[in-house]
């Protein structure tokens, strides 16, 4: 029979407590200068100390050299007080557990008025002192207010907050905490060596970490493994503490199960980690068991990944080999993705309690953290490079032109920028593609593209299903290099095609996958099936370009259209009123202007969500600008000329070698009840242009 690691190395004096030195040095103070209370209040968890303290303070109080902070250890009270010593008549124990009760509190009443037998102090220690009653509290209050001379109260608890508050207010009260690992490592290694006992590597660290800080369950535990474990051949005998027989008594998942993990994670090996989940479920291991294990290997890890050489500082107790081979699985993640990864398993440990699933919820998190950390693939194609600006855009420092186009006809369907907005930012590089696109390989014609529609489609859905929904009633009516001809059946669906904001929306979804199915890029040409010659859907025949005689043919003297000017230019805000020359009377030699854009021409224009990329057919461009009153116009053209708030009136650039005498343009007010299109037919006439919206407008103000 031997006697407990705990009973056998229980401290006989303050100097002989670890990790409690906010208690031990200003009780050694008090004992020294002879300032000692007549009652204590001991609190904090259970096994690190309270009782063994208050049976040193009561050792050194009645101690024959004392009062004193070291007691001598030889006198009749140290002795009975000691490790092996049977108890003292003038130190009173009481469990408080099973005697809480009013008559429990009186029967301490009578005894605390006889004096101490022998000693210096009659020292009552109650244990568990948060098991008293309210009613036992309140029989001790007078006595513990006012005691005796030789009576000192020692309370002890691990709930302080459970004790009544008139005690608690006439004691001093001492939180014990739990001892740091740092310093209970160290105990549990000096113990080992005075027992003569050899230790594996690796065992103490979980010795200490089941143990939480408890100097009294850390023993326990290290007892338990003594205990267990085998004498060594030889004529020495010497116990080994073998690490498997610690892992599985203490239930702790084995290194090398979890350096199997780690590796698997951070090489995205998901054979490898799912084999080594079904280990763990197949040895019986508890799953939270595991994860939690996992999460404190990941902690190690990023210690070493910040740290590097320093590790060894904060990681006490671990081997050098081991702490190299940590070092080479923090080098297989990075920083980063172990704090996600860390992240991931944290959110995962909290999810599994009370889960009915344990294992289930154990494999989701090997998906996650597969799914979610593995590093980027390295086939992404980079994005492409900025076009540089056309020659003719405004740069900085440059004066600017003396007329600004406000919109162009190439993009009518971009919605239309208001006078007060800041300018938009320049035009993004396009957005890389989340997938690898295969390699082109032409000649590319509208059948290949009408046979692969179907799997086109089908990456479609995957991106977007409501522009898959509107794709999937388009027609595909002509591939020109990279231009691509679709027909949709309602102008509904036209205009939501269109539609496109912050690098999104269904053409780009559709381009997306085109490039994802067929590896080219395509410019679109979006119209409704009444614009031009349609389909019959994707399997239908190439339809003939049309005839060059159906198009109106430019007049030779006509003048030359302006030069295409990038997106962001076109809906840049107009900051001056632009000076547009309306002609009234055009020469005699001078051929007569378009009555309107013919539905063939129309058709021929590319509308698209990128329009300087397609490139539109041949015909004559109006440029727009605004007319408010006092605008310089040409021959008296009052009758042109719009309202504040009606649409911007598109106009031709006048002849250079005809004179145009200037006109001021007056005043004219809105009808009441709407928005008032005065001149409308008399620009459409002239001009041969199209109404396109409406829009209110808007006063500048001082700030815009």
Known sequence: MTTALYRRYRPEAFGEMIGQSQVTDPLMTALRSDRVGHAYLFSGPRGCGKTTSA????????????????????????????????????????????????????????????????????????????????????ALLKLVEEPPEHVKFIFATTEPEKVLGTIRSRTHHYPFRLVPPAAMLEYVQELCQ?????????????????????????????????????????????????????????????????????????????????????????????????????????????????????????????????????????????????????????????????ATSPRLQLELLVARVLARTAAPASSEPPAPAAPAPPANVHQPGESAPDTVPVRRDDALSAP???????????????????????????????????????????????LSR??????????????????????????????SFKKRGAGTGPSEDLRQAILGVLGIRVKFIARHDGDGPGGTGPGAPEPSPPAPESVPPAPETAPPAPERRPAAAAAAPVTEWAVAPIPSTPPADAPAPPSALSAAVAAQFAVDDEPEDAAPAARPVATLARVREGDVLPDGESGAVAPDDAEDIPAPEAPRDVPVPPVVAPRITPARGGVQRYGEAVVRQVLGATFVREEPHQAPTRFA
């Open 194 to 354: 005075t027992e003569g006992v050899e230790v594996e590597p690796g065992v103490l660290p979980l010795v200490v970490r089941a143990g939480g800080g408890s100097p009294r369950d850390t023993l326990s535990l290290l007892d338990q493994l003594i205990a267990g474990s085998d004498v060594s051949d030889g004529p020495e005998g010497v116990v080994t503490v073998r690490y498997e027989r610690a892992v599985a008594l203490l239930g702790y998942t084995h290194a090398e199960l979890l350096d199997e993990v780690v590796e698997a994670f951070g090489q995205s090996d998901p054979a490898g980690a799912f084999a080594a989940v079904d280990r763990v479920v197949q040895t019986g291991q508890d799953p939270r068991r595991f994860v939690d294990d996992l999460l404190e290997r990941l902690r190690d890890l990023i210690v070493i990944a910040a740290t590097g050489q320093g590790a060894s500082a904060v990681l006490r107790g671990v081997p050098t080999e081991e702490l190299e081979r940590m070092g080479r699985q923090a080098a297989l993640f990075g920083a980063d993705r172990l704090s996600r990864t860390a992240d991931l398993v944290v959110a995962a440990l909290d999810e599994m309690t009370g």
């Open 55 to 138: 049976r040193i303070l009561a050792r050194c109080l009645n101690c024959a050299a004392g009062p004193t902070d070291t007691p001598c250890g030889t006198c009749d009270s140290c002795v009975e007080l000691g490790r092996g010593g049977g108890g003292s008549l003038d130190v009173v124990e009481i469990d408080a557990a099973s005697h809480n009760g009013v008559d429990d509190a009186r029967d301490l009443r009578e005894r605390a008025i006889f004096a101490p037998a022998r000693d210096r102090f009659k020292i009552f220690i109650l244990d568990e002192a948060h098991m008293v009653t309210q009613q036992g509290f309140n």
């Open 466 to 495: 409501s522009s898959w929904l509107l794709a999937s009633g388009a027609r595909v009516l002509a591939l020109d290099d990279d231009v691509l001809t679709l027909s949709f059946a309602s102008q509904s669906d036209l205009a």
């Open 416 to 462: 239309a920028t208001p006078i007060n907005e800041p300018a938009p930012p320049e035009p993004e590089t396009e957005p890389e593609p989340e997938f690898a696109p295969p390699a082109p390989s032409g000649p590319f014609t509208a059948q290949r593209m009408r046979d692969a529609w179907p799997e086109i489609l089908a990456r479609l859905e995957e």
